[in-house]
């Protein structure tokens, strides 16, 4: 039963975590998406091959990857214009369609936290998550990766390692969440803005990415979300988006 | 007349008519409904041949299991979100949701009714049933099979009635392995 | 004159009795004769030839090519990234809407009366529990951790104490499918009672001890009469809302969805002509093959059954074409952007071929042949019919699954679908419902003897006037 004062038409009201991306920083150069793949043990998927048509399984939408930069193509040739590189996670949805769809209760709402869970253990594979996406971030384990050695010395213990037949995406980084929550905790202070970041926010070069609380509105995230000109993707479906992108600014 | 002898008579019609016309003339005979029961190959209604209305509980048993059913959907629905230590939300859906608990109403009712349904034609006609049982084959062959077990009565005498009313057969009834 | 009128008169009835099989009786032993002799019939070297192909079919497609996929893992079949769905759920839609043909022969054409329903409701029935094995099968196919799937679905909760997420439409679908695999089978099997004791009855050895076990001791007493009279009337009620709710629900897994072109309110009315149009197609395919190869059944199934059911296909081809347009015409005025695209890219896409000819044996074809009597009387033609619409429902859920999901809200990721592993074992499905319709072919009295009986029974001729009309008493 929701009251009409209940209805939230932006994100910042209900979210957390959040994240600002702007695209007209962005450079392309993809080290996001090597962190990210290094930071949350996201297997390569390297040449295998789709049998049912000989494509290799990159190039037929089997990628793993939990961020990935899109570009597009402006207009009709011979007046091509190519439009900024746009980074594209899971957006952490407030209201996330992925989660009601699920009939094993893999992929839940964290109250906490705020953000949309993968429940690795839970996951049956039934990949109705990844259809109702609209985003599409969300990566299916086609099969059991190789991790030749020296690889697996490089796997993060923090995260745990997926094998065939579940769903995975972007968690925001939780696990440097909430080791940055438990140092704060020891130390009895709240954890300061800043003083961690989500994987693919460290390592880009242009500082494109910034990550953070967007309920403090002290914080830089929440800051630079409100600047008035940044887009939430699809937020006409209602789905209340926790990221914010610039553009053209 | 003997006390304690049961007659236990099999008489095979062929058709409906003389059947009911054979019921007629035992129960003027003095023979009780009870007594007698009719095996037939198609379903010959109760009112064809001048019976009592059978006693079913098979729709009482589907009213049972629909009500079962219904509780069984309504803790589904109703109960199990609660059951949780923490609330589980997904989609920021209330964890309990109208329109998926009618949905889930409904196939629990409608489940635990049929299956009870079914249920009810075993219990009633105590299914399965492999002891020795009085019946004829031909009975599947279409004809009409009328069971007379009742004492009181002498043998002799009942069965020249019977084969008077039109049978094609009339044997003392034993029970035999299908 | 009056003696040619009086001729005349009598090759009506003639006519009419060769026409109609509740017209034509004949005694319950020789009917039970024909039943069982059609059943009995030691099979040909060409019954074991195919039974042997089929089996080789399904031990490469069911066994093999899945055992492969669960080992290695579901990149052996073509979905992928935005297809997520492919032909496993489109098999899955595919073998339901078969099945529910079935329980509309057994359950609807049951509660009303329609008289020509008797001699086949079992094939139809058969077809149904057999359709919902492979629908079943199609699922778990496509599962990713098949080897938890099935437990971890089912309403109870887990050792961590997790239930079921009784929000998704998937849950919904358990519980659904349950009920229906669970009810029509139960009402496949009461009507069969009566039949497995006449088998019971007539005939000996290892058939015996199967029917006897079956048979569960049914004599035919009044009171055992009044009970399955009365359980397969509820069944018969209640079995239609189910069989509407199950492909709704199915329906569901793609209209609660937020995808262009999945997200239609007509998808529930739609999904359920739809798998009326197939599963009518399947049936009369079925009763040809019946027909033509077993003992007997030309006196049990005659032209003017394929005359009914070629009539019903006809209005269901009309009521689907209805709500393809409603379902089109909608999304197309409703301007979504994206719905525009997926729009354009069903008619012009590389499966675009697809769109047209479903178009093409949904529709046109049914129309065109259908409307003749002599032509829907023959068994070859309506079976090729039912066939062709078989082929078009098939693309109909093809391109409502990996088709659609090829075009979503992030162009990106727009990628064609190419179908792999789901082949072979989408046909290894239709193989093992092959081979379990013909196996049972050999064991279940494929025709309700009893039920024809009392159709005959209640069948009569009856003079109005001067004209001779068949009339028909109720007799339950």
Known sequence: MIRPDEIKMSAEESGKWGMVIDQDLCTGCQACVAACSMENNVPFVGDAFSPSNGEVDINYGRSLHWIRIERFWEGEYPEVKMTPHQPMMCQQCGEAPCEPVCPAFATVHSEAEQLNLMVYNRCIGTRYCGNNCPYQVRSFNWRDYERPEPLPNQLNPDVTVRRRGVMEKCTFCIQRIHKAQDAAKAEGREVADGEFTTACAQACPANAIVFGRIDNPESLVSQLAHQGHGVKHLEELGTQPHVTYFKGG | MTESKVVDILAVFADIGPAADALDQLRAMGIHDECMNVISGVPVTEAMLGRPAQHTNVPRIALGGALLGFSAGAFLAFGVPYMYPYPIQVGRQAPISGPPSVIILFELTMLIMLLSTFLGVFLDSMFPNYRPMKYVTEVSDGKIAILIECPHVEEKKLTDALKKMGAESVEPAEAQHL | ?476
């Open chain 3, 1 to 476: 004159m009056s003696d040619n009128k009086h001729k005349a008169e009598h090759s009506h009835e003639e006519h009419l009795r060769e026409k109609h099989l509740m017209l034509d009786p004949l005694p319950r032993g020789r009917m039970n004769e024909m039943v069982m002799e059609s059943m009995m019939e030691p099979p040909t070297w060409k019954f074991w030839a195919i039974i042997v192909v089929l089996a080789g079919i399904v031990a490469y497609g069911l066994v093999y090519t899945w055992a492969k996929v669960i080992a290695e893992g579901l990149y052996l079949a073509g979905i992928n990234r935005p297809s997520y769905w492919g032909v496993f759920i489109v098999n899955t839609v595919f073998w339901i809407g078969i099945s529910h043909a079935g329980t509309f022969i057994s359950a609807i054409l049951r509660v009303f009366k329609a008289e020509f329903r008797r001699p086949f409701t079992r094939a139809a029935e058969l077809m149904t529990t057999f359709g919902l094995i492979q629908a079943g099968m199609s699922i778990f196919m496509h599962i990713g951790r098949v080897w938890l799937g099935l437990y971890w679905l089912m309403p109870y909760p887990n050792q961590r104490m997790m239930w079921p997420n009784l929000h998704s439409p998937l849950a919904w679908d358990v519980l659904a499918i349950t009920t229906y695999v669970l009810g029509s089978t139960m009402y496949l099997f009461l009507p069969l009672i009566p039949d497995l004791a006449m088998a019971r009855d007539r005939t000996t050895g290892w058939r015996k001890i199967l029917y006897k076990t079956l048979a569960l001791g049914f004599r035919g007493t009044e009171g055992e009469w009044a009970h399955l009279r009365n359980a397969m009337n509820i069944f018969a009620f209640a079995i239609i809302p189910v069989m509407f709710s199950v492909h709704t629900i199915v329906s569901w897994d793609f209209a609660a969805a937020t995808r262009p072109g999945w997200s239609s309110t007509i998808f529930g009315p739609y999904f359920v002509v739809g798998a009326l149009h197939s599963g009518m197609g399947a049936v009369i395919i079925v009763l040809a093959i019946i027909r033509s190869t077993m003992k007997h059944m030309k006196y049990f199934i005659r032209p003017e059954h394929f005359d009914a059911i070629g009539k019903l296909m006809l209005i269901i081809s009309m009521a689907w074409a209805y709500f393809f347009f409603n379902d089109y015409i909608v999304q197309w005025y409703g301007g979504d952007k994206w719905t525009q695209i997926l729009l354009h890219y069903h008619e012009a896409g590389p499966y675009g071929w697809m769109w047209f000819a479903m178009l093409i044996v949904n529709v046109a074809v049914p129309w065109a042949v259908l409307w003749n009597q002599k032509w829907r009387s023959n068994p070859l033609i309506v079976s090729i019919v039912g066939f062709l619409i078989n082929i078009g429902m098939w693309f109909e859920r093809f391109i409502i699954v990996p088709v659609t999901l090829t075009i979503n809200r992030a162009p990106f990721t727009w990628q064609q679908y190419e179908p792999g592993a789901e082949m072979p074992m989408g046909i290894g499905t239709m193989a093992f419902f092959i081979l379990l319709y013909m196996l049972s072919s050999k064991l279940i009295p494929l025709i309700p003897v009893w039920e024809v009986e009392e159709g005959q029974m209640a069948h009569e001729f009856k003079k109005f006037g001067r004209e001779t009309v068949v009339s028909v008493s109720e007799l339950e």
